[in-house]
């Protein structure tokens, strides 16, 4: 107690900033452009809690990368109070955002790495900072391969259609976007992810997979990397737990003792196995 | 008390049931609590006392149990509920055996310790409606739980079986319970700051409302998020919207168990409230909830000639 | 560390002469009624003074046609002493400094009411029915060794750690007398039933899916009083009041209620009352051990006694010890 210094910041403060831009994903998802806070230091697959003044707060991944100094992005699918709150906002408003929090994705043991990136609908947007930030001028000398799979129920249900036009442009990587439901101009592939997956030709050996996406569709995208030989320690996937204050300390997003704020979001399958199947 | 007829009834029962749910002794000295009987085997850790407060029908509400053939101890209190769940479509007849128990009331603890100082269990004998301490045989009314004191109905109005013989008297007029009359009898401002009091100490841990056999809805409003009925905060208004707003709920419903009362921790006087809107309907509907089963519950009753006399 | 003597007399016109400096939790009054005078503030809960069942953190409003987010001070506190029980004392020091003074993320407005509430441990002469503590390490004696303690010795209050002369200079404390008391302390923490196996967090963590924990959890009806009266229980909430002028506010929440880990997709990891069981044995018996290293439990047994449907923690931890082997 004694030796403690004396706290300068109250750590559920958040600091106010100004929406920049809104993009119209989907029907139900959007992505906010925010002004990025002071002091604001993150990694891919870190996330921030987002307050809407006279609202309330949530927790939202980035999908910006880091490389993007100016600005924060989260993309956020309507399904609450917080998300409802925030889809009636305008650009030129105001939110609050405190963070970063979470430990992100293992960067570090990605390095050399060839990467294999497993999205599903609303799921891409942790993802995407991380794609974003490997495929950055001056960190895709670090990355082997990138091979990015999207699916989303329907055409419709994509997001960053703008980006994924951009990706399918470049040579340095592979994209492949299915669609569980096509429709009348839809000319892409049809079928569920862990099917598509199924037919990659992808030496296992060789590359890492990040998961991130509905907890089914997690489900099965697995059992399908096992069964192409992953070994679970290369399979990387990030989890969501109702959260409050983003520090270890309100005390309900843990899955056993570990903290999905804290010691997550981001968990290898490996570690996955020795949690229980609380979440 | 009652024992023997107990286990050996539910030895039988057992043979056609999932479970009975009754009561065994507790951890703490003084105390029963509710026991879920699966084997027969476990048919002697069955009791009944002056302990067995818990409104045994609250469990036929959890999820594992709802839809299968259950017994169940059922004192006037309990009886009452479960009459109310099944004309509330909560449970089905058909799936209960109902063991009916008279009831001479539930001794409240802190008045045995309030007269007697620190409890030995040994110190005591209990019989129907006396104790008897240190060789000294008492008339058990001062003890009893002020809802006990207040009861009405102290037999079961339903039941497949009947354990031992009917209460012959009515307990509020032998104990003369009169803390509503007395509540009627200060000013608004008196009773205002009474209530007041009494609800700062709430810490809104809701177990009034979990410990209720009838509080059942799925979201109460006091969780709600949408509307946002009440503040997160335990302030004393929102702690008295609360449990005004629960009594209003409970209107023509409560069976005046006390299950609220004697499951607060920290000693709020509950089931004043709910018991007063209870006296009201009594007076004005002469209606009480979980008597007769066929009577229609006078406010959750649509009638198209309604005068509405009330609405201006 | 300072040692001494007071009489009963003088420990008892000192605390009567500063009143207002002292309050005392309800179940240290239980114990000390006779030494201490009448008419202390008495609360619940250690935790209601230096983590309050609800408290603004920061407010905002909309004036000027912008938004204003600040913090809300909670303002230095006068210095306060709380008499309390080595079990209340140990879930202070141990499990809420633990939380909320963790060195990466130090709760501003906790710090701010901590920092001035100074804890007088009353080592417990006699043991209240409903405590077990020498189960989760702890023994009715047990004090930090920086906080002031008080204990009945030999017709007089033994004392240690009074730096500020609160209780008097007082006589000191002899070599034989140090060693009766050493004995006594001794001989008392070898009459109380053993802690817990050292392995016992890992393995309870090892029966996570075991069917047993239906079987226990029955009788719970999930509401929150055992938390909230818990010492250690310090899980919160945080919830957004007011709309154009408000408060973020930080407000006791409990394992126990089904909107604890609802998600907004309305899934809920803890469905039943059986996870939401074991999520609270799991957390004080396991997780937290696991963790950090101390148990989220001191033993204090304040549960036992309110639980209005006599579920026990003790039976139910002495249980799964049991069944675990």
């Not at chain 1, 293992?106 to 891409?124: A, E, V």
């Not at chain 3, 303690?149 to 017709?155: E, I, R």
Request: hydrophobic share 35%; with cysteine; charged share 25%.
């Amino acid at each position: 107690m004694d030796s403690l210094s004396v706290p300068v910041k109250n750590i559920y403060l958040p600091e106010l900033v100004q929406i920049q831009e809104i993009i119209e994903e989907t029907r139900d998802i959007k992505t906010f452009r925010v002004q990025r806070p002071h002091d604001f230091e993150y990694r891919p697959g870190q996330f921030a809690e987002v307050f809407v003044p006279g609202k309330g707060e949530a927790p939202f991944s980035i999908t910006s990368s880091p490389t993007q100094e100016a600005f924060l992005e989260f993309s956020i699918k309507r399904v609450g109070t917080v998300t409802e709150a925030l889809h009636r906002l305008n650009p030129g408003e105001t939110v609050g955002v405190r963070g970063p929090y979470g430990n992100g994705f293992p960067i570090d043991s990605l390095r050399k790495q060839n990467l294999l990136f497993i999205g599903g609908g609303i799921g891409l947007a942790p993802l995407r900072s991380l794609i974003n930030y490997v495929l950055s001028a001056p960190y895709r000398g670090n990355f082997g391969d990138i091979f990015i799979l999207y699916g989303a129920r329907t055409p419709q249900d994509l997001v960053f259609r703008w980006e994924l036009e951009e990706w399918k442009k470049r040579e340095d990587l592979s994209l492949l976007v299915t669609v569980d439901r096509g429709d009348d101009s839809w000319r892409g592939r049809v079928g569920l992810v862990p099917e598509v997956l199924k037919e990659l030709s992808i030496d296992a050996k060789d590359f890492k997979a990040i998961v991130c996406g509905p907890p089914i569709m997690i489900k099965f995208t697995i059992k399908t990397l096992l069964e192409m030989g992953f070994q679970p320690g290369c399979i990387i996937t990030t989890l969501e737990m109702r959260m409050k204050c983003g520090l270890g300390k309100c005390g309900r997003c843990n899955i056993g003792p570990y903290y999905v704020c804290k010691d997550g979001p981001v968990f290898s399958y490996e570690e996955l196995q020795k949690m229980p199947e609380e979440y | 008390m009652y024992e023997e007829e107990i286990r050996a009834l539910s030895v039988k029962l057992l043979d056609e049931v999932e479970g009975v749910i009754g009561y065994s002794w507790g951890t703490l000295p003084f105390r029963a609590r509710p026991f879920l009987c699966q084997k027969k085997e476990d048919v002697t850790h069955l009791v009944f006392n002056h302990f067995c407060g818990s409104n045994l029908a609250r469990y036929l509400l959890s999820g594992e149990l709802k839809e299968k053939k259950i017994a169940i101890l059922a004192k006037a209190c309990d009886a009452r509920a479960i009459t109310v769940l099944i004309r509330e479509g909560q449970v089905k007849r058909e799936n209960l055996v109902i063991v009916g128990i008279p009831c001479y009331g539930m001794v409240d603890r802190k008045k045995l310790e309030e007269r007697f100082g620190p409890l030995q269990p040994q110190d005591f004998e209990w019989h129907l409606d006396s104790l008897t301490f240190k060789g000294e045989n008492l008339s058990i009314g001062p003890f009893l739980e002020a809802t006990c004191q207040r009861c009405l109905h102290p037999n079961p109005p339903l039941y497949d079986h009947l354990i031992g013989q009917e209460v012959t008297y009515i307990p509020r007029k032998r104990w003369n319970n009169d803390a509503l009359t007395k509540l009627d009898m200060v000013s608004r401002e008196e009773r205002w700051a009474f209530f007041a009091g009494e609800f700062e100490k709430c810490i809104r841990c809701y177990a009034c409302r979990n410990s209720c056999p009838l509080c059942y809805c799925k979201e109460c409003f006091a969780e709600m998020q949408r509307p946002y009925w009440l503040s997160g905060a335990a302030t004393p208004s929102e702690n008295l919207f609360f449990h005004v707003g629960r009594s209003l709920h409970m209107a023509g419903r409560c069976v005046e168990c006390g299950a609220c009362e004697r499951a607060c921790p920290v000693d709020i006087p509950i089931a004043l409230l709910p018991c007063k809107v209870e006296e009201l309907i009594r007076g004005n509907f002469d209606f009480e909830a979980g008597i007769d089963p066929d009577k229609e519950p006078p406010l959750l009753t649509y009638r198209e000639n309604d005068p509405g006399e009330f609405i201006r | 560390m300072a040692k001494k003597l007071v009489t009963p007399e003088v420990f008892r016109k000192k605390v009567a002469d500063q009143s207002d400096l002292f309050l005392i939790t309800e179940r240290a009054q239980g114990v000390y009624h006779e030494f201490l005078p009448q008419g202390l503030r008495v609360i619940k809960t250690p935790k209601e003074l230096i983590f309050p069942e609800w408290e603004g953190v920061y407010r905002f409003s909309f004036q000027d046609r912008s938004w204003k987010v600040w913090e809300i001070e909670t303002g230095d506190f006068s210095p306060r002493f709380l008499f309390l029980l080595p079990c209340e004392a140990r879930a202070v020091i141990e499990v809420l400094d633990g939380n909320f003074l963790q060195k990466d993320y130090i709760d501003k407005n906790y710090w701010q009411r901590r920092k001035n509430l100074h804890l007088i441990v009353l080592g417990c002469y006699t043991i209240p029915k409903t405590c077990f503590c020498s189960l989760v390490g702890g023994n009715p004696l047990w004090r930090d060794g920086r906080s002031l303690f008080v204990l009945p010795f030999q017709g007089e209050l033994y004392v240690e750690n009074d730096e500020t002369m609160l209780f008097g200079e007082g006589k000191s404390v002899d070599a034989r007398e140090e060693e009766t008391l050493a004995t006594r302390e001794e001989e008392l923490k070898a009459s109380l039933p053993p802690p817990l196996p050292s392995d016992f967090p890992q393995k309870l963590y090892a029966h996570f899916d075991e069917g047993i924990w239906k079987d226990l959890s029955w009788r719970c009806i999930n509401c929150g009083a055992c938390t909230f009266l818990c010492p250690t229980c310090y899980c919160f909430d945080l919830s957004v009041e007011g709309r154009l002028r408000g408060l973020t506010l930080k407000t006791w929440d409990s394992c126990m209620f089904p909107r604890f880990t609802l998600h907004a997709s309305s899934h809920n990891p803890r469905p039943t009352g059986k996870e939401r069981v074991r999520q609270r044995v799991m957390h004080k018996f396991s997780y937290l051990p696991l963790r950090e290293g101390y148990y989220g439990c001191v033993g204090c047994g304040i549960c036992r006694e309110i639980c209005p449907v006599n579920w026990d923690i003790r039976e139910t931890v002495e249980r799964m010890a049991k069944y675990l082997g």
